[in-house]
Every structure is written in C-alpha cells, then in structure tokens.
C-alpha cells in the first residue's frame, strides 16, 4: 500500500468513526461509499465497520460517549451492511454438505453474526439462520432439524456462559453437535471457548471459513 493511500485510509476512517459517534447519517454514508473505493465490501466491513464500533464500545466504557451514542452507531452500521451485504434469509440444508446453522445466543448483538453468515454464504456455505434463540429453543431447534455445525456469535459474557449449558443439554440427549463459537467474549479470553466446551472459536470471518473448510477435510 502507498503512504497517500494509507493516509486517505486513516482520514476516512477517522471520519467515518466522527460521523457515526456525532449520528450523522448522510456523513457516514457518503464516507462509507468512498472506502469502497479501498476495498472489497466485505474488507471493509472487517476492516473498517467492526474496529470503529471496537472503539466506540471502548469510549463508552471509559465514559467519554454516552450509550445511546453507542446504540445509534450500531444501528447506522447495521443499515450499511444491509445495503452491501447478500440478503439475509432463511435457507433449506444442502445435500452433500453437514446440515450447518447459525445463531446468536441469548443477546441482543446482531452484526457478528449478519457479516458471519453473509461472509460464508457468498463463500459457498449453506447455512440455516436461526436469529437469536435462548438454550432451550436453540436445543429444540438443533434436535429438530438435525444439525451437524453449530455456529454461535455472542457479545456478552453471560450469553457466552450458556455455550456450555447447550453443549450439556445436547449431550444429556446423545446428540452430537460440533460447535464454533465467536465474538467479543472470546476475544477477551483465549481460552473460554474450550472452558465452554465448544470445539473451536473464530475471531472473524474468515476464521469461520477457515475452521469449515477444515472440517470438511477431516470428514473426506
Ligand atoms: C454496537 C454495540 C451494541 C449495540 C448492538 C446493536 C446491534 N444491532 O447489534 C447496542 C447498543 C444495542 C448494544 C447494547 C448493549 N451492549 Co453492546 N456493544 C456494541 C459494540 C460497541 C460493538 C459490537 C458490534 O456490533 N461490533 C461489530 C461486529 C461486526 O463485530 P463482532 O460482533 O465482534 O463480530 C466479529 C467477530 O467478533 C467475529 N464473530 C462474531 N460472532 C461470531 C461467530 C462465529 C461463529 C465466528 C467464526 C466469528 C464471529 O466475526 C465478526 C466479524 O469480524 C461492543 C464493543 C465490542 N468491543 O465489541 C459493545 C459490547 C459488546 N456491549 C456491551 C454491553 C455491556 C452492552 C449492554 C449491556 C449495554 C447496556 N448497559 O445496556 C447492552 C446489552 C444488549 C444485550 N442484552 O445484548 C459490552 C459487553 C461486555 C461483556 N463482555 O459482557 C461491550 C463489549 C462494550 C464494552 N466494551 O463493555 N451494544
């Protein structure tokens, strides 16, 4: 990357981090626009989209924003990604390949999982979306519709807590689910996805693919 193309990209960034903490919708649109100039959609979305609301989060727990500042960004980014990203929706498993799906648990942070599932759906994944579904619903779910890979996005610490409590209520029903979990707990502590009994965790998207594919070789 040249320095005026590095430069640009830090000005933008630094704009489009402005623009959404001042909720100023055209302002972010039209700086959001221009990175695409930069990169594919969805490189930006990972590159620019989840450190900007990273340090958002982090302004707002050190107390410098306020948390409606934090909701309005979040909901800015959200109608962005819908506008670049393939459409969400519910889809039937696939022959040939494991019967996949792919859930938030029990919060209420959806953007994870809305670049997760867009990210491995254009890479040729198919995936079912569950939305958001407490354990007993996800456990019901999974039961019913035979799942081989879970996918599990949580943001907080409790959710991520009940990966656990799903990985127990599956097998108190012999049912054997592998299971990938990712998001903002995870990242804090490297080790919580083994000490909820997951069976891996990514850090973003392309781990996701990763880990999948990965999968897929050890089944062929
Ligand atoms: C935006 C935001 C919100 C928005 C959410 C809007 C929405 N529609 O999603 C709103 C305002 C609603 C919100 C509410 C709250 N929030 Co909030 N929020 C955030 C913030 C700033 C950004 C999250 C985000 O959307 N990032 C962008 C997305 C795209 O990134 P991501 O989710 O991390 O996903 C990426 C990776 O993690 C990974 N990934 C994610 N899932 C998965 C799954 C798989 C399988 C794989 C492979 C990868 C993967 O890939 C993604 C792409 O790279 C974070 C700060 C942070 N550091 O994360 C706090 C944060 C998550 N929130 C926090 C808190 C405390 C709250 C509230 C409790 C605040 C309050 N007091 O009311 C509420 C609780 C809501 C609830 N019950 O769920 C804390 C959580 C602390 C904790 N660990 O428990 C954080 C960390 C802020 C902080 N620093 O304290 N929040």
Same mark, same amino acid.
């Given at each position: 990357m040249t320095?005026?193309?590095?430069? %640009?990209r830090?000005v933008?960034?630094e704009?489009?981090r402005?623009a959404?903490?001042?909720?100023?919708?055209?302002?972010? %649109?039209?700086v959001?626009l &221009?990175?695409?100039d930069?990169?594919?959609p969805?490189?930006?979305v990972?590159?620019?989209?989840v450190?900007?609301? %990273?340090?958002?989060g982090g @302004?707002?727990?050190?107390?410098?924003i306020?948390?409606?500042?934090?909701?309005?960004?979040?909901?800015?980014?959200e109608?962005?990604m819908?506008?670049?990203?393939?459409v969400?929706? &519910?889809e039937?498993?696939?022959?040939g &390949?494991?019967?996949?799906?792919?859930?938030v648990?029990n919060?209420?942070h959806?953007?994870?999982?809305?670049?997760?599932?867009?990210?491995?759906r /254009?890479?040729g994944?198919?995936?079912?979306?569950?939305?958001r579904? @407490?354990?007993d619903?996800l456990v019901?779910?999974?039961?019913? @519709?035979?799942v081989? %890979?879970?996918l599990i996005s949580?943001l907080?610490l409790?959710?991520?807590?009940?990966?656990?409590?799903?990985?127990?209520?599956?097998? /108190?029903r012999?049912? @054997?689910?592998?299971?990938?979990v990712?998001?903002?707990p995870?990242?804090?502590d490297?080790?919580l996805w083994?000490?909820m009994?997951?069976?891996a965790?990514?850090k973003? /998207?392309?781990?996701?693919?990763?880990i999948?594919?990965?999968? &897929?070789?050890?089944?062929?």
């Amino acid at each position: 990357m040249t320095e005026s193309v590095t430069k %640009e990209r830090v000005v933008l960034f630094e704009e489009f981090r402005q623009a959404l903490e001042a909720c100023d919708r055209g302002k972010a %649109e039209k700086v959001f626009l &221009q990175t695409l100039d930069l990169g594919s959609p969805l490189e930006m979305v990972e590159s620019l989209i989840v450190p900007t609301l %990273e340090r958002i989060g982090g @302004d707002w727990e050190t107390g410098r924003i306020a948390l409606s500042q934090v909701y309005m960004s979040g909901r800015l980014c959200e109608d962005l990604m819908g506008r670049i990203l393939p459409v969400e929706g &519910q889809e039937e498993a696939k022959d040939g &390949q494991p019967r996949r799906a792919i859930v938030v648990l029990n919060d209420y942070h959806m953007l994870g999982k809305r670049i997760v599932y867009s990210v491995l759906r /254009a890479s040729g994944f198919h995936l079912m979306d569950y939305g958001r579904l @407490d354990t007993d619903e996800l456990v019901a779910r999974i039961i019913s @519709d035979r799942v081989d %890979e879970l996918l599990i996005s949580v943001l907080m610490l409790p959710s991520a807590l009940k990966v656990r409590k799903v990985r127990h209520a599956l097998k /108190a029903r012999s049912v @054997d689910v592998r299971i990938l979990v990712g998001g903002a707990p995870f990242l804090f502590d490297p080790e919580l996805w083994r000490e909820m009994e997951a069976d891996a965790m990514g850090k973003n /998207a392309a781990d996701g693919i990763r880990i999948l594919r990965q999968w &897929q070789g050890e089944k062929s």
